[in-house]
Structures are given as C-alpha cells and as structure tokens.
C-alpha cells in the first residue's frame, strides 16, 4: 500500500531561518505523482507543487525549494528566509491514479514561525 | 475563475438527522473525490467518483453515500450522522494528470 511519512509532527522557527519539512514515501508503482499542499490558518488547501516519478529535478520558486531524491524515496520541501506568513499546516502527498486521482496524505507537519 | 464550491462551510447537527454536503467544480474534471480531515491523521479519502454514475469507496466510506448524477456535481451524504464524524470535509476534482483542486472545507459538529 502505498504511504507517506511526515515525521516533523511540529516546528517552530524565528522569523528569516530556514527551513526543511521532511517527506518520505513508500509505493510499488513506476509512475506516480508528489504534491505539496499548505494549509494557512483560515484551513483551505493551497497547492504548492506536483512533480512526477520521472521528474528528479529540483525546482526552486521564490523562497519556496523542493528535493526529489527517488533514491530514498523523499520529497523535502525547504523554506528559505522563513517568514510569519508561512505559519500552516504542509501536507506532502502522493497520488493513485487507479483511485480516481487519489491523493494519500501525509500526517501534515505544523510550522509555526515567530517574529 | 476554476473553482470547487463546497456547502455549507460549517454545519452542527444532532446524532442520526441526515444531512448532505453539496460539492460542484466548474472544470469539467472527470474525477472527483471526498475527504475527512483529522487531527494526525492528514486527510484520508472517503468515496471517489471516476465520472459519471461511477462511484466508488475510498479508505474510510463507513457510514457515507455519494451519486455523481452529473459530472460537476458530487454531494456527500450522511443517512445517520453519528459524533465519530465530526470532523473537517473536503470535495477535491482533478483531471487525469492535474494537481487536485480542493473545495474550502465544511466543518461538521456531530452532538
């Protein structure tokens, strides 16, 4: 079955720190997708990126990173110069396409950054 | 504008009054899927719909109908609400290789 471990339950940082929320998977298919999707305060689901099974560029967004590394099966997302605004709820999930696109989620990692 | 219209946002109501929870995207997205969020356990789905009058359990659908009746709509139904489904609930549609775009969330108190 397919799985996604989000180890980091919480962390807190102080305003222009960097940080990695870290990301592991578990799956048998080949192809796959991986999302990362934030959740502010206000509780909607905000997407940040989709990378595929075949993709292990890292790609880089503003302040917003990710590293793809199939290799160990991870998808760490990394906020640099972190700012209050960023405080959330981040969830990485993997998606099933034989279940109607279906998306497994982590346990979602709560960021709290102070000024 | 591309959106998933979720109704009502927050709703409580008592043990066993059934209620349905609307959902409607303006995509024309074949999929179409519920979840139920929950403190440390992320978001887990409940039904899917893959489209049309095809409809389907995901990993928690005890306790739950759906009908995709048309392609933009997939109301979420609960015959007999019970308190162990309060919970915070989440239309999602997406197409074949698109990220899934998510409704703004309904919020259900069970007492």
């Given at each position: 079955?397919?799985?996604?471990?989000?180890?980091?339950?919480?962390?807190?940082?102080?305003?222009?720190?960097?940080?990695?929320?870290?990301?592991?998977?578990?799956?048998?298919?080949?192809?796959?997708?991986?999302?990362?999707?934030?959740?502010?305060?206000?509780?909607?689901?905000?997407?940040?990126?989709?990378?595929?099974?075949?993709?292990?560029?890292?790609?880089?967004?503003?302040?917003?990173?990710?590293?793809?590394?199939?290799?160990?099966?991870?998808?760490?997302?990394?906020?640099?110069?972190?700012?209050?605004?960023?405080?959330?709820?981040?969830?990485c999930a993997l998606s099933e396409l034989e279940y109607g696109?279906?998306?497994?989620?982590?346990?979602?990692?709560?960021?709290?950054?102070?000024? | 504008?591309?959106?998933?219209?979720?109704?009502?946002?927050?709703?409580?109501?008592?043990?066993?009054?059934?209620?349905?929870?609307?959902?409607?995207?303006?995509?024309?997205?074949?999929?179409?899927?519920?979840?139920?969020?929950?403190?440390?356990?992320?978001?887990?789905?409940?039904?899917?719909?893959?489209?049309?009058?095809?409809?389907?359990?995901?990993?928690?659908?005890?306790?739950?109908?759906?009908?995709?009746?048309?392609?933009?709509?997939?109301?979420?139904?609960?015959?007999?609400?019970?308190?162990?489904?309060?919970?915070?609930?989440?239309?999602?549609?997406?197409?074949?290789?698109?990220?899934?775009?998510?409704?703004?969330?309904?919020?259900?108190?069970?007492?």
């Amino acid at each position: 079955a397919q799985k996604v471990t989000q180890a980091q339950t919480e962390i807190s940082v102080v305003e222009k720190e960097d940080v990695t929320l870290d990301c592991v998977y578990e799956t048998r298919d080949t192809t796959y997708y991986l999302f990362w999707y934030k959740q502010p305060p206000s509780g909607e689901l905000v997407f940040l990126i989709r990378r595929n099974s075949f993709d292990e560029q890292n790609e880089i967004s503003g302040r917003y990173s990710w590293n793809f590394q199939k290799s160990t099966s991870s998808f760490n997302f990394t906020i640099t110069a972190s700012q209050v605004v960023d405080s959330a709820v981040y969830f990485c999930a993997l998606s099933e396409l034989e279940y109607g696109n279906k998306l497994v989620f982590g346990a979602g990692t709560i960021l709290r950054v102070k000024s | 504008e591309a959106q998933v219209t979720q109704n009502p946002r927050y709703l409580i109501t008592v043990t066993g009054k059934k209620l349905t929870v609307t959902c409607s995207q303006n995509m024309n997205h074949e999929y179409m899927s519920w979840y139920r969020q929950d403190p440390g356990l992320g978001l887990r789905q409940i039904y899917y719909s893959m489209n049309v009058e095809v409809t389907d359990k995901g990993d928690v659908p005890e306790g739950y109908k759906v009908s995709r009746k048309e392609k933009r709509n997939f109301p979420l139904i609960l015959e007999s609400p019970s308190p162990n489904q309060t919970s915070l609930y989440f239309c999602a549609s997406s197409g074949e290789y698109t990220e899934a775009f998510f409704g703004q969330g309904t919020r259900l108190t069970v007492v």
